[in-house]
């Protein structure tokens, strides 16, 4: 059965022109009959930082593809700062950069040629001085005459970075941008995306590291099966669907929890020595005050306690997890 | 117009092509000299001439034309095949480049090349044999029209193929026998019945007669309906290309 139009919550309201990409009833089913885009709505706000998170095979790279051109939608629209993305695909992809999930480069060529043939190939007369900036960015100046072929992974996934931005694109697309790299470079290219941000570049990135959404984004949209199940605030999202935890280590080990104390959120654990209370950081009254005054009353001691929220990942697994197939 | 655009990729192929310059024009030239010193030197010399010209002089244009056309078909259809071989095609897909403009810049380059070791495979001949051009802007035209022609094909056969393979089947299995079989080395008056109707229905054939024309005003067919066939030969491959454009096959998913 087809899925109700406008099952998952409408992207909150903001003007047409805030919005530097929208994507409207956008559907692709590949020639093998596999659908990877079901009735996509999706409004990308100017300036932003969206993650759109998924897991893989969730639609990610295909939603990317069918803004980029890379694939051919079965139906819907796609505006790109109100461009129709083929019908005036010129204005539309001058405007947007994208960074591919995979390495993809040509071995045998020079670092400062091939940024300069994608400045070229994307209209825009050379400019020596445009592409040492943007080398230097990316910490790739030392290497502007060296192949390709020498550069290491982190280099490579740089001057990928390097070539979309050499037309001096608005939007950037960084599809899994730091899949497979080592910490410290993800530590690296999340501080680039900050800078670019700065700049007033709008950035949309694919990620399953929920890390990385929880780390960058300003927005989360939550795509699954082909379609989008959510898109909300980070803050707003973690707020709402945030659970917290707080956990109390106790000094002396109890056998079962006293009447008094009992509720429904609490459970007791670690061979008697913790108890572990889920509640709702939004509400009113969060109930600790209460808690913590019947313990008391209990004689039951409390050596130290902690609190703890949830992170993107348990909101996303939560999210994903019980959907139909 | 992208100008910028048609001028990355056109720069693009001929930088790739001046990096690999010993396998792309010298091995093509020495090959061809090769050919001039067995067929022309040593043998042509104990054959007599063929439509009153010496055997040497006689086999220049058509193996030109025959370096010409496998060197279009080898450029044209990698310059296409790498990109989509090491994934870099999704910046090409992904750029405001129209088809038009990227079958300028590929096929562009592939034919300006094929177009120069063309030149010097005529400069190189001259070594060995003794030859006279008639009409030189008419080999020009030829030689032009050829390139573009079969660059245009090449990268057809570049975009179809999945495989390094593929690649190279049809140059070696279609097209190498058909520009042997197409005059090269012979004038077809000199093929029995039936061959030499057969012989009509070769494409290459009309590239090499009407190339040859030009040289010594001989002709196995008429210069018209040379030319006229190397244009069909041309538009058949241009409209293959929009059809590719315009419906992504092998391109776009």
């Known amino acids: 059965m087809r899925p109700a139009a406008h099952a998952h919550p409408a992207p909150p309201p903001f003007g047409a022109d805030d919005a530097v990409i929208r994507v409207e009833g956008l559907e692709k089913t590949y020639a093998s009959g596999f659908t990877a885009l079901r009735n996509v709505d999706l409004a990308i706000r100017r300036g932003e930082i969206f993650a759109l998170l998924g897991e893989n095979g969730a639609g990610k790279s295909t939603l990317i593809g069918a803004i980029c051109g890379l694939v051919r939608p079965s139906a819907g629209r796609i505006l790109v700062d109100g461009h129709d993305a083929v019908a005036d695909y010129r204005v539309a992809r001058t405007k947007i950069g994208l960074v591919p999930q995979e390495l993809h480069v040509d071995s045998f060529e020079r670092v400062m040629d091939t940024v300069a043939f994608s400045r070229g190939l994307f209209g825009k007369p050379r400019d020596a001085a445009f592409v040492e900036g943007v080398l230097r960015d990316l910490s790739l100046w030392d290497k502007r005459d060296a192949k390709i072929i020498a550069l290491s992974g982190g280099m490579k996934r740089r001057l990928l970075i390097a070539k979309a931005l050499a037309h001096e694109p608005d939007i950037l697309f960084l599809d899994e941008p730091t899949a497979g790299v080592d910490v410290e470079l993800r530590r690296d290219m999340w501080r680039m995306v900050h800078r670019l941000r700065e700049r007033g570049v709008t950035i949309i990135l ?26 909300e605030e980070k803050t707003a999202l973690m707020r709402k669907l945030g659970r917290r935890e707080l956990v109390l280590h106790l000094r002396e080990p109890i056998a079962a929890i006293p009447e008094a104390v009992a509720r429904p959120a609490l459970s007791l654990d670690g061979e008697g020595r913790t108890l572990t209370y889920v509640f709702d950081s ?3 009254d969060t109930g600790i005050a209460d808690l913590l005054r019947r313990l008391a009353e209990a004689g039951i001691e409390v050596r130290d306690l902690a609190t703890s929220e949830s992170s993107l990942e348990e909101i996303f697994v939560s999210l994903v997890k019980g959907r139909p197939s | 117009m992208n100008l910028n655009g048609i001028r990355a990729i056109y720069m693009f192929e001929m930088n790739r092509f001046r990096r690999t310059i010993m396998q ?31 055997y040497g002089a006689f086999i220049v244009p058509g193996l030109i034309m025959l370096t010409v056309i496998t060197e279009s078909l080898t450029n044209a259809s990698f310059g296409i095949y790498l990109p989509k071989f090491q994934g870099t095609i999704y910046e090409l897909l992904s750029a405001p480049v129209s088809a038009v403009e990227t079958v300028i810049g590929y096929v562009g380059a592939a034919a300006t090349k094929s177009v120069l070791i063309g030149c010097l495979i005529l400069a190189t001949a001259r070594i060995f044999v003794d030859y006279t051009i008639l009409h030189p802007l008419w080999t020009a035209a030829f030689l032009v029209l050829t ?18 393979q593929r690649l190279q089947l049809i140059p070696l299995m279609v097209v190498t026998p058909l520009a042997f079989l197409g005059g090269t080395f012979y004038s077809i008056t000199m093929l029995p019945e039936p061959w030499d109707t057969v012989a009509l229905f070769n494409p290459v054939l009309y590239l090499v007669s009407g190339f040859r024309w030009s040289f010594y005003g001989v002709a196995d067919v008429a210069p018209a309906v040379s030319l006229a066939m190397t244009f069909v030969f041309m ?19």
């Open chain 1, 206 to 231: 694919t990620t399953h590291y929920i890390e990385e959404a929880e780390e960058m984004a300003d927005r989360v949209g939550v795509i699954h099966k082909g379609e989008i199940l959510l898109v």
């Open chain 1, 282 to 284: 939004q509400s009113e």
């Open chain 2, 24 to 54: 792309s024009v010298a091995a093509p030239v020495l090959s061809t000299s090769l050919y001039f010193i067995v067929f022309g030197s040593a043998i042509g010399s104990r054959i007599d001439t063929v439509e009153g010209i010496a």
């Open chain 2, 147 to 164: 390139c573009t022609a079969f660059s245009l094909f090449g990268f057809i056969i570049g975009i179809w193929a999945d495989s390094f």
């Open chain 2, 235 to 253: 538009l058949v491959c241009l409209a293959v290309v929009a059809w590719i454009f315009r419906t992504g096959w092998r391109l776009k998913s």
